[in-house]
């Protein structure tokens, strides 16, 4: 999944709900690639980096199909 938003270098976590990516790769400040882990239904999408949490669009949700 890529994930589009601000603030992103030097990325330490993404979380899709309370799951933590298996592995993800910051590819810009703007830009994540992250591999979601197993899980059902509409959960929030959470960036951590060095100075806190990392805004993601569109509203930081991810949807399970």
């Known amino acids: ?7 992103f270098t ?11 990516a298996p592995t993800f790769t910051t590819d810009s400040d703007t830009q994540i690639t992250a591999v979601s882990p197993p899980g059902t239904g509409t959960v ?4 951590t980096t ?4 990392a805004a993601t669009q569109p ?7």
């Open 44 to 47: 929030a999408v959470t960036v």
């Open 10 to 20: 030097g990325a330490t976590a993404v979380h899709f709900g309370s799951n933590s």
């Open 50 to 53: 060095p100075t806190g949490p």
């Open 59 to 65: 509203q930081g949700q991810f949807t399970y199909s």
């Open 1 to 7: 999944m890529i994930l589009i938003g601000s603030g």
